[in-house]
């Protein structure tokens, strides 16, 4: 199975000012997510990011920050607890016409759920801990969670390591950044193709 852009929101957990200089290959972690914000920028991939304790650990990026349609401010290391899973899912649809609301509630048809992007891209710090709980969670509440592995840092690699077997083990998608910006782009005659490649050389 293959990841569609039209599909996918990107979430962009924890690249914090105070948080970034002890992680592992920093650097590398911070370009990989750079190139996946740009690139769902470009495709119109929804953004959303996440700051752990932002008071303590600072905020992300300033670059990202704009781009994102919402940041969560949390204290639970899984952005779930404190209501990513709502902000991804869309609202469900009212029904409409007739006097519905006047029948009995046994009788009433449930709302549709709004058409959504259930494949969640997530990246982020600290893989072990933020990182690893919210996509547990979004595995629970039922969306893909496709993992971007190089746009992910711990402290240690151990840790980072240990993070990516339990993902995998729990079925979350593993991936890098080339990966989810090809997938997203299927064709060289993509209209953004130039642009998003750029991103990589």
């Not at 996509?135 to 151990?158: I, K, Q």
Request: proline share 6%.
């Amino acid at each position: 199975m293959l990841l569609d852009a039209s599909e996918s929101q990107l979430v962009l957990v924890d690249y914090q000012e105070r948080l970034m200089p002890a992680i592992h290959d920093a650097a590398a972690v911070l370009a990989n997510a750079r190139r996946l914000a740009d690139a769902a920028q470009m495709l119109d991939v929804p953004l959303w990011g996440t700051e752990q304790n932002p008071s303590r650990l600072g905020p992300n990026p300033a670059e990202w920050r704009g781009r994102c349609r919402r940041i969560l401010a949390k204290m639970h290391f899984s952005a779930c607890e404190e209501g990513l899973g709502e902000w991804l899912r869309p609202p469900a649809r009212a029904q409409q016409g007739g006097n519905a609301r006047s029948l009995p509630r046994h009788l009433q048809k449930p709302a549709e759920p709004a058409p959504g992007r259930n494949a969640i891209v997530l990246a982020g710090c600290e893989a072990h801990v933020c990182l690893l709980q919210t996509a547990l969670d979004l595995l629970e509440d039922e969306f893909e969670v496709w993992v971007v592995t190089d746009a992910c840092g711990s402290r240690t690699e151990r840790n980072r390591d240990a993070a990516f077997d339990r993902l995998a083990g729990a079925g979350v998608e593993l991936m890098t950044t080339e990966m989810v910006l090809f997938e997203w782009l299927r064709t060289a005659e993509h209209p953004d193709f130039k642009a998003v490649h750029a991103l990589i050389r």
